[in-house]
């Protein structure tokens, strides 16, 4: 039995066929492979967070997202820098020896756990159950509080108190400190949260 030959013609339509659904092929692939890349929002979410901190006053807190977590930027004032001294043994981790490596990085394993003394930068996250402490700045007795408060944070879910340096007080449900988070400065008044020079 002899083969017959396609024609021209036919060869011609099957090779635009075979072209066209390729192309179309391509162009549905298009939608389904975007959609497994990370979107925008979420490339974002790990992103390094740029602030500028030049009119953050003394006494001040700013707050601003980093990984979907909110970061403090408290700049201290002296007072609130000397209230540090003398609570190394009502803290539970006074010198952020305890999971350093996850917590404190290593420029800010120090009494006031900064790069700069007056500029204190942390994750707002209890390290109990992950609720958002509130700021406990003004010292002396106040509800919730012991007599000689010296100023910091406390956590009214379940009472954990924390200084001005988010050193965690002893005996209180939270474990940890709070997580002093990768930072550095680009200029006296630009700070760059989630990278360092190490990153």
């Known amino acids: 039995m002899s083969e017959r030959p396609i024609d021209d013609d036919k060869r011609t339509w099957l090779i635009a066929a075979s072209c066209a659904g390729a192309v179309g092929a391509g162009f549905a692939a298009v939608p389904f492979v975007a959609s497994v890349q990370p979107s925008e929002r979420a490339r974002a979410a790990g992103a390094a967070v740029e602030v500028d901190i030049g009119t953050l006053q003394p006494g001040e807190r700013r707050t601003v997202e980093w990984r979907g977590k909110p970061v403090w930027i408290v700049r201290r004032t002296p007072q609130q820098l000397d209230s540090l ?99 550095m400065y680009l200029s006296e008044s630009r700070l760059i949260i989630g990278a360092d020079k190490k990153a």
């Open 85 to 183: 001294q003398g609570l190394g043994a009502l803290l539970a981790d006074p010198d952020s020896a305890r999971k350093a490596d996850e917590l404190t990085p290593e420029y800010a394993r120090n009494p006031h756990r900064s790069i700069k003394p007056e500029v204190f930068v942390a994750v707002g996250i209890c390290s109990h159950l992950g609720c958002s402490p509130t700021e406990k700045f003004q010292p002396g007795a106040q509800a919730s509080l012991p007599d000689d408060w010296a100023g910091g944070f406390l956590c009214p879910c379940h009472g954990s108190t924390f200084d001005m340096a988010g050193r965690v007080y002893r005996n209180k449900p939270a474990p940890d400190n709070l997580e002093v988070p990768p930072h």
